[in-house]
């Protein structure tokens, strides 16, 4: 139960189920009204991916999309808070991306281009119906995002490409230039008790600096670069500010006050773990909701108190026939790359004696880092004795923006071989052996396995492949389809430069396929409406790899999945996503007896 303003809110799930019920109270003892019921509205729907739901200042209103396919997509909806009819705002569809006007009667929201790019911004006023269009970004490799300031005081408009940012102030139907840059630079800004707040990494702060400002005009230092530590983002709360940190790899929390700067670090139980910041509305309440979870450890929910700097737990929900002691938590460092991993205790001693069956997860794009938490269908593997791992590679930003730069463009092949130097070690140690190493990764983490075992295949057994980025060339050369012209700030322009077409052409996993040698067991999957990586490319890749001898021969196993009522994603639905999940368990279990 969380206090707003006015009203307490929560929300929760039930058995059978699949999105649960949200629910307002207008005193903290009073009786609960649902606000928003997607159980009932998803009914005789097959897909059902809830947008933002947004609360107005006044607390009269609320606003909320839905994505009906997967494409991403949203149908755009609005209601009263203590009504029960919602009305559907427009018959086009918009980003997942709206903001309320501080009047409480209109709204900020970014409509989308036929390659589903938000690229303009207007005002909505649903009183009047009266819609303007305050901006449109031109340029196809940037795309508009909103974010709102934590006093709710100023509404930012961001114009973004990887790693630059163009930053603007929206005051009613006009725009105020805030970070305009030629220069590539990354921008977190955000407005509290009369001060301006920005992560920033001009001046070739490649791990970033932290300022505060009256007036946007002198900038005072308040966290200085450092080689060694990399602020991810910030969370401002209460009297503080909340650094998100990679130090050297490990992940930290720092909070700093406002008044002196001075930082205390907020201590979890483990080197690798997630956390977040959940179910907050108010930042004048002392009290801060930080969620932690583990590969072993399933969600625990801290209350911190900022006024005693104390953290203790109020939600720590115990799973039947489930104990966390049961496993063990660790990393291997092999080099610079550290690999995190559980198992479980009484099915496995990592001392090398002997091998065992080994998942393998890996990602390595886009700067993303994959932190461990907890999943029940990982915990199904190790349950049966399986050594489970998580690969940090170079194109994320474990170890900062620099790690990220060294996987990306004309050095995207350290991506693969990072993860191949991560197989052949743990295959060396004799923690697993080639015919026990299932490997997994999705959308570009499925390039990453698709390009790894055209280059070794003997070094694995099973190779999953999730909604995979396999056909990039071809995807890179058409300017026309969602997302490529933005991804050239990723991979490169191989339409442009032959440079990018030749190195591209060199990893690509459908163009490298080879038809003799004896790859892994395979499991693809892809959703019919994805937009991201649309579902002709991993089924062209499944087509040629039917031609391969052994496949053909049917000596290893290929599997294709369609979801016909998906996109990227999966699944909205709770349930129907637990029946996919296994359908992959059980290949898995199945060519790794």
């Known amino acids: ?47 059902f991916t809830i947008g933002s739901p947004i609360i107005s200042y006044d607390e009269s209103y609320l606003l909320y ?109 006009d725009l105020l230039e805030l970070l305009i840059q030629k220069r590539k630079n990354e921008y977190q800004i955000d407005h509290y008790q009369n001060k301006f707040y920005l992560l920033t990494n001009e001046n070739q702060k490649i791990n970033f600096e932290l300022y505060e400002s009256e007036n946007l005009y002198q900038w005072k230092c308040i966290s200085k670069h450092s080689l060694s530590t990399y602020i991810e983002s910030f969370f401002i709360w209460y009297d503080s500010i909340f650094l998100s940190i990679r130090e050297n790899g490990f992940p930290l929390l720092l909070q700093m006050n406002l008044q002196n700067y001075k930082t205390n670090e907020i201590k979890f139980p483990l080197h690798f773990y997630s956390y977040g910041f959940i179910s907050n509305l108010n930042p004048s309440y002392h009290k801060l909701k930080i969620s932690y979870s583990s590969f072993s450890q399933s969600r625990i929910i801290y209350e911190y108190n900022l006024k005693t700097n104390q953290l203790h737990i109020i939600e720590n929900k115990k799973l039947k026939n489930y104990d966390p002691k049961n496993y063990k938590e660790g990393y291997l460092k092999i080099g610079k790359l550290i690999v995190t991993y559980i198992y479980r205790k009484d099915k496995i001693k990592l001392d090398g004696t002997q091998s065992h069956p080994c998942y393998l997860y890996g990602y390595g794009s886009y700067g993303v880092i994959d932190d461990p938490t907890f999943d029940k269908y990982t915990m199904s593997l190790v349950d049966r004795g399986y050594l489970y791992c998580i690969a940090n590679l170079r194109g994320s930003k474990f170890y900062g923006p620099k790690w990220y730069h060294e996987g990306k463009y ?99 996993p459908y163009d490298n396929i080879d038809l003799k040698k004896q790859y892994p067991h395979i499991y693809i999957d892809t959703g019919l409406h994805d937009s991201q990586v649309i579902f002709h490319e991993p089924l062209k890749y499944y087509a040629k790899l039917t031609h391969n001898q052994h496949f053909q021969q049917n000596t290893r196993t290929l599997l294709f999945n369609i979801r016909t009522q998906s996109g990227h994603s999966g699944s909205s639905k709770r ?18 007896k």
């Open 65 to 173: 999309s839905v994505d009906y396919t997967g494409d991403r997509k949203y149908t755009l909806y609005l209601k009263k808070l203590f009504s029960h009819k919602s009305e559907k705002l427009f018959q086009y569809q918009i980003s997942n991306d709206y903001l309320f006007h501080l009047n409480n009667h209109s709204f900020y929201y970014l409509k989308l281009n036929h390659k589903i790019r938000p690229y303009q911004l207007y005002l909505y006023d649903f009183l009047t119906k009266k819609n303007t269009m305050i901006y449109e970004e031109t340029n196809e490799e940037y795309s508009l995002s909103l974010s709102l300031s934590t006093d709710e005081q100023v509404i930012f408009l961001y114009s973004s490409a990887y790693e630059h940012d163009n930053v603007y102030q929206i005051d009613d139907t």
């Open 410 to 508: 004309l050095k995207k092949k350290n991506t693969f071989k990072d993860f191949q130097t991560i197989a052949q070690y743990l295959i060396h140690q004799n923690y697993t052996s080639p015919d026990k190493l299932v490997v997994e990764g999705g959308s570009a983490g499925g390039l990453l396995i698709g390009s790894c075992i055209n280059m070794n295949p003997s070094l694995y057994h099973v190779a999953v492949l999730r909604v995979p980025y396999v056909d990039c060339l071809t995807t890179l050369l058409n300017p026309d389809l969602p997302l490529t012209i933005g991804e050239y700030n990723e991979w490169g322009n191989p339409g442009k430069y032959k440079t990018y077409y030749d190195y591209i052409l060199s990893y690509s």
């Open 575 to 592: 349930y129907q996503q637990i029946i996919d999940e296994t359908q992959v368990l059980t290949f898995i279990l199945k060519q790794n």
């Open 1 to 47: 139960l969380t206090k707003y303003k006015k009203y307490y809110y929560f929300s929760e799930i039930k058995q059978n189920e699949n999105y649960g019920k949200a629910y307002v109270k207008k005193t903290k003892g009073g009786k609960p009204h649902c606000y928003f019921n997607p159980e009932k509205l998803s009914k005789n729907k097959k897909q």
